[in-house]
C-alpha cells in the first residue's frame, strides 16, 4: 500500500530550539497536511497545504509543499514545553480521497 | 461549536465479548472517518463515509467488524467478537468535504483481555 516516510522517528531538544521533520513519498500528493496529537487525544490539524512549492505559517509552525509534489516540511522556530507530543504528516490522493498517514515525529524537550 | 464526540472513552473486555463505540460528527460534516490506532503509529483508516455511504470500506475487517451511519448523522462502529488484538484507540473523524481537513474526537481507547 501507499507510504509516507516520515523522520525524524523522535527529536529530543532544547526549549528555544528550532524544529525541522520532514515527510517523504513515491507518490505524487496534490494536498499535504500536518496533525499533531497529544497524549490521549485526537490528532489535530496545524497546517494544510494545496499547492506545490507553498509555504504556510501558522505562529511559529511554518510548513512546505514539496516542488516536486512528493515531499513536505514543518519547522517549528523557538519550540516551548507545549510543542511536546507527535506529529504526523498526511497526503491526500485526489483519485480515491484517501488520506495516506506517516508514523509520527515524537517531540521531546528536554529538562 | 461542538468538536467531534465519541463514547466511551474507555472500555475493558473479555476476548470474545461484542464491544460498540459511537460518534457524533461536527454538525454539517457530511463525512464521516473511523480509524484505528495502536500505540505508536499513525491512524489507520476502517471506514469512510459520505452522509450515509459506505464510500471506502476495504480497510475493514468485515468478519468481525461493522458500522453504519444511519440519516448520515451518528455513526456506530461494533467489533464482535473482540479478540486480544483488536486492542487499540479508536478514533472518529468528520469533514465538510473529502478534502482532508478532518476534526478527531478524543478517541474510544479499547483494552482486550
Known amino acids: 500500500g501507499q507510504q509516507l516516510n516520515q523522520s525524524p522517528q523522535s527529536m529530543f531538544i532544547q526549549e528555544g530550539e528550532d524544529v525541522s521533520m520532514n515527510c517523504t513519498s513515491s507518490?505524487?500528493?496534490?494536498?499535504w497536511l500536518w496533525y499533531k496529537q497529544d497524549p490521549g487525544e485526537g490528532p489535530v490539524l496545524l497546517i494544510a497545504?494545496?499547492?506545490a512549492g507553498e509555504l504556510t505559517s501558522n505562529g511559529r509552525l511554518t510548513a512546505q509543499f514539496g516542488i516536486t509534489r512528493k515531499d513536505s516540511f514543518l519547522n517549528i522556530s523557538a519550540s516551548i514545553p507545549s510543542d511536546v507530543g507527535i506529529y504526523f504528516c498526511?497526503?491526500?490522493?485526489?483519485?480515491?480521497?484517501?488520506?495516506?498517514w506517516g508514523a509520527g515525529t515524537k517531540l521531546i524537550i528536554k529538562p | 461549536e461542538a468538536g467531534v464526540v465519541q463514547s466511551p472513552r474507555y472500555k475493558i473486555i473479555e476476548k470474545k465479548q461484542p464491544v460498540a463505540f459511537w460518534c457524533n460528527p461536527i454538525?454539517?460534516?457530511?463525512?464521516l472517518y473511523w480509524y484505528l490506532q495502536n500505540l505508536g503509529q499513525g491512524p489507520e483508516l476502517l471506514i469512510r463515509?459520505?452522509?450515509?455511504?459506505?464510500?471506502?470500506d476495504s480497510q475493514l475487517p468485515k468478519d468481525r467488524f461493522s458500522a453504519e451511519r444511519l440519516k448520515g448523522v451518528d455513526s456506530t462502529l461494533k467489533i464482535q467478537p473482540a479478540e486480544l488484538g483488536d486492542s487499540a484507540v479508536y478514533l472518529c473523524?468528520?469533514?465538510?468535504?473529502?478534502?482532508?481537513?478532518?476534526?478527531f474526537g478524543e478517541g474510544s481507547r479499547l483494552t482486550v483481555l
Open positions: 473523524a468528520s469533514s465538510y468535504s473529502h478534502g482532508g481537513e478532518l476534526f
Open positions: 498526511a497526503g491526500l490522493m485526489d483519485s480515491n480521497y484517501q488520506l495516506i
Open positions: 507518490s505524487i500528493f496534490n494536498t
Open positions: 497545504l494545496y499547492k
Open positions: 463515509y459520505e452522509n450515509e455511504e459506505a464510500v471506502d
Open positions: 454538525s454539517g460534516h457530511n463525512t
